[in-house]
C-alpha cells in the first residue's frame, strides 16, 4: 500500500524552528516530484516546496524562501522540510505529496499540524 507518512510538526514559538520528515513507501518514487503543501484554516491549500526525488531545481513560494529548506534522504525514503525563523503565519496543517510523472496522480500524507506562538 502506498503511505506517505508526515511526522514532526508541534508547537513552536516565533523564531523558533522545526523539521517535518515525510516517510514514503509502498512504490517507487524515483520519477516524482515531491512536495510540502499546507493549509490553514479558511484558507485553500498551498505548495509550500517542491523537489523532484531524483534531484533537480527546488522550488519554494515567496512567502518562505530563506527560511525553508526541502531535503530528502534516498536510503531513507524520506523527504524533509526544515523550517527556520517560524513565524505565526506558518500555522497550518502541513501535507506531504507526490506526484507521479506519467500519470499526474498524486499521493497525499494524512497531515501534520504546526502552530506558530506569537
Known amino acids: 500500500q502506498v503511505q506517505l507518512k508526515e511526522s514532526g510538526g508541534g508547537l513552536v514559538q516565533a523564531g523558533g524552528s522545526l523539521r517535518l520528515s515525510c516517510a514514503a513507501s509502498?512504490?517507487?518514487?524515483?520519477?516524482?516530484?515531491m512536495g510540502w503543501y499546507r493549509q490553514a484554516p479558511g484558507k485553500e491549500r498551498e505548495l509550500v516546496a517542491s523537489?523532484?526525488?531524483?534531484?533537480?531545481?527546488?522550488y519554494y513560494t515567496d512567502s518562505v524562501k530563506g527560511r525553508f529548506t526541502i531535503s530528502r534522504d534516498n536510503a531513507k525514503n524520506t523527504v524533509y522540510l526544515q523550517m527556520n525563523s517560524l513565524k505565526p503565519e506558518d500555522t497550518a496543517i502541513y501535507y506531504c505529496?507526490?506526484?507521479?510523472?506519467?500519470?499526474?496522480?498524486?499521493?497525499w500524507g494524512q497531515g501534520t499540524q504546526v502552530t506558530v506562538s506569537s
Open positions: 505529496n507526490a506526484r507521479r510523472h506519467l500519470t499526474a496522480i498524486n499521493d
Open positions: 509502498g512504490r517507487s518514487f524515483s520519477s516524482d516530484v
Open positions: 523537489t523532484p526525488w531524483s534531484g533537480g531545481t527546488t
